[in-house]
């Protein structure tokens, strides 16, 4: 059996249950969910004997959870069973939706997944916001996702909640940008600048990046770094199947790790920052090259060819990832290193220089790197999911509102 993985939606920060009835009904919902989800489509009677209740109990709660749409009844069992024939269930189609949206340096996207994890409505809008205040952006942001809200329900899905990735440091009240370098923004409360009726959530964009890799990404482990990049360098530290937040939430800041104290100045403040020799801008002047719009693309069309400045740009950039990664890696000796975003898209040059640095630095046996299939789209996704999971984990908060 699958055990579900408990990241805690930020919002929902492992509320604890009195063990009174209301709570322990709570949780069984909970359970009758991930069992289905894991393992569906099941039989009442199957459901039951894998979560050890009586039929009649297991009964009641499935009812509830087709009663709110979050469970289905896809039919008769295959036949050759012995018994009375009861129905599949499965978890719905229809039913409650995760919203998951991104602000990104160069453009907005927002998406709706289903319980199951699939796309149901995406859009995407290109355009840089760099510079541009927060009020008109989240304006824009607000737009998309009305539309892909009323795509969504158009479908017969209706939205669970709205979940944020944001290119910046996110207070743990998840709605504050602390600071976003690359947006020109600091202190913005997105909270409020969100559409009311949707409950949102707004964390950083390595951290939802990171989750989707945990949770769709191919044989991840439980325990590993996440490192990405857009314009900056995102990292996130996942131990034990859970995100290390830090006691402001500012934990994973790879991209602002020195990588030559004396470097070139950096948005954050600081000198020889890793995001000034491994961010896509960074690379892009090293090798020669204007930065503009389809930066990864340039880049890795460039290299593909053979181009011989872009080659030694995106070694020296492997270089500098596997210098700060070799801190990152002694400090928490995690299982893998995960390459996403445009890294993942540029690995085949970045890998060779990155592993050499980290074998040669690294205490005993250096960290596995491995690239993510899920690309530029993570952020994204690891936040329409992490509302979904939020729904898997607690149906009995959502159970009722259709
Ligand atoms: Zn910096």
């Known amino acids: 059996m699958t055990t579900p993985l408990h990241e805690a939606h930020p919002s929902s920060p492992g509320r604890r249950l009195p063990d009174t009835q209301q709570g322990m009904r709570r949780r069984n919902l909970a359970r009758v969910m991930h069992t289905v989800n894991a393992e569906g489509p099941l039989s009442r009677a199957a459901v039951a004997s894998r979560i050890g209740l009586t039929r009649a109990a297991v009964s009641t709660l499935v009812d509830e959870l087709i009663r709110s749409g979050l469970l289905e009844e896809l039919g008769p069992e295959r036949p050759g069973r012995v018994g009375r024939p ?95 370098p690359n947006l020109d923004w600091h202190e913005v409360d997105l909270g409020a600048l969100l559409p009311a009726d949707l409950p949102p ?57 020195p990588v030559h104290p004396e470097g070139p100045e950096c948005a954050c403040g600081g000198r020889g920052c890793l995001e000034q020799y491994a961010g896509e801008e960074a690379v892009l002047r090293a090798a020669g090259l204007t930065p503009g719009e389809n930066r990864v693309e340039v880049l890795a069309e460039r290299a593909a060819q053979g181009d011989k400045e872009v080659h030694r740009a995106l070694r020296d950039a492997g270089t500098a990832l596997g210098i700060a990664l070799t801190g990152a890696v002694n400090l928490l000796d995690p299982q893998a290193v995960v390459l996403g ?36 789209e993570g952020p994204l996704l690891g936040a329409a999911h992490s509302v979904v999971r939020a729904v898997l984990d607690d149906p009995a908060a959502v159970a009722g509102r259709t």
Request: glycine share 14%; charged share 20%.
């Open 86 to 180: 009861g129905s599949s269930l499965a978890v719905s189609g229809r039913g409650p939706a995760g919203i998951g949206a991104e602000i990104g340096v160069d453009h907005l996207a927002v998406c709706a997944v289903d319980l199951r994890g699939t796309v149901r409505a995406r859009v995407v809008r290109h355009g840089t916001n760099r510079g541009r205040p927060p009020q008109p952006v989240l304006a824009e942001l607000t737009a998309l996702v009305a539309q892909v809200v009323a795509e969504a329900e158009r479908e017969g899905l209706w939205p669970a909640g709205l979940a944020v990735a944001v290119p910046g440091l996110v207070a743990r009240d998840t709605r504050t940008v602390v600071r976003a």
């Open 201 to 257: 959530t707004v964390d950083n964009e390595a951290n939802f990046g990171s989750l989707a890799e945990l949770w769709l990404g191919d044989d991840t482990p439980l325990d590993f770094l996440h490192v990405s990049a857009e314009i900056g360098i995102g990292g996130a530290v996942v131990v034990d199947g859970r995100l290390l937040r830090g006691t402001r939430g500012f934990a994973g800041e790879l991209g602002h790790v």
């Open 341 to 376: 975003g445009a890294l993942a898209a540029l690995a085949p040059w970045l890998l060779p220089s990155l592993e050499l640095e980290l074998a040669r630095r690294s205490a005993g046996r250096a960290c596995v790197v491995s690239v993510s299939r899920l690309g530029p």
